[in-house]
């Protein structure tokens, strides 16, 4: 069995596995952590060392980490929910530094996306896999044939005058008190116009709202099939795992 670990930072909880890289299993207890308050790098990296030691998992692991940030060559160029100390810091030395072993760092919707299209609703799927989350934004992956195109940001495609996500989210939703289908026809306009630009063969929709996929999904007119995410909360450690064992 050949095993990695997922680390995936948020901005309120960081968790932890160890994951079987042939079938995406969990292979360890989830480890959670609150994220510090603040959101201050040194201290979200000994809150990740903390949850590395109780996982104990062997010394030649690989490990991957992944944020909620735009990730260039390891350094983090944004911060959502986190100190703006993350923005250009070389996250992936300060990482190593403490944990005492190479890591892969990486952009959280990225490496949910990743998992999905290797271990989830895009499993084996060739072609453009779009996969997008619906919560407080709308965050995006890109996978062709099975390769992770990073640092996508769907979310703040302008369409209609605005960012996406500033009319289509869930969180806008839920502040607005859409049905499902006024809130459908905001995603048909979204869903449409990517397809135009992109020509994916799937598009897989994750974030919390996804479990109630039958209310909007089946309202969507779009020439690809979209379908549900299957992960739902480990996906971001099994992308991050498998992306560190790539």
């Known amino acids: 069995m050949k095993l990695a670990i997922g680390i995936d930072i948020g901005g309120t909880g960081i968790k932890g596995a160890v994951v079987d890289l042939a ?12 994220t510090p308050a603040g959101g201050e790098p040194s201290a979200i990296i000994a809150t990740a060392a903390e949850i590395m030691a109780e996982l104990d998992a062997p010394a030649d692991s690989p490990v991957g980490v992944c944020f909620p940030a735009i990730v260039l060559e390891g350094r983090t160029m944004s911060a959502a929910n986190v100190s703006d100390a993350w923005i250009g810091l070389d996250a992936d030395a300060r990482f190593e530094e403490v944990l005492g072993r190479p890591i892969h760092f990486v952009n959280d919707a990225d490496a949910a996306g990743f998992a999905e299209a290797r271990y989830g609703a895009a499993a084996d799927r060739r072609g453009l896999v779009i996969v997008t989350t619906l919560g407080t934004g709308i965050g995006s992956a890109f996978v062709h044939d099975g390769v992770l195109i990073p640092n996508t940001e769907l979310g703040h495609l302008e369409l209609e005058g605005a960012d996406v996500e500033t009319w ?10 859409l049905s499902y289908p006024e809130w459908a026809a905001r995603l048909q306009r979204f869903y449409a116009h990517v ?5 994916p063969t799937l598009h897989v929709v994750g974030g919390g709202v996804s479990k ?7 309202l969507l007119s779009l ?9 739902r909360n480990n996906a971001g450690i ?6 560190a064992a790539r």
Do not use: C, Y
Not at 195 to 199: A, K, P, Q, V, W
């Open 23 to 34: 079938t995406g299993e969990l292979v360890s207890d989830r480890v959670k952590r609150p």
């Open 168 to 177: 289509a989210s869930n969180a806008v939703r839920e502040r607005e008190g």
């Open 195 to 199: 397809e135009f630009l992109f020509s």
């Open 212 to 218: 109630h996929h039958e209310q909007f999904l089946p």
């Open 223 to 231: 020439r690809a099939p979209i379908v549900p995410a299957r992960l």
């Open 238 to 243: 099994m992308g991050a795992a498998a992306l």
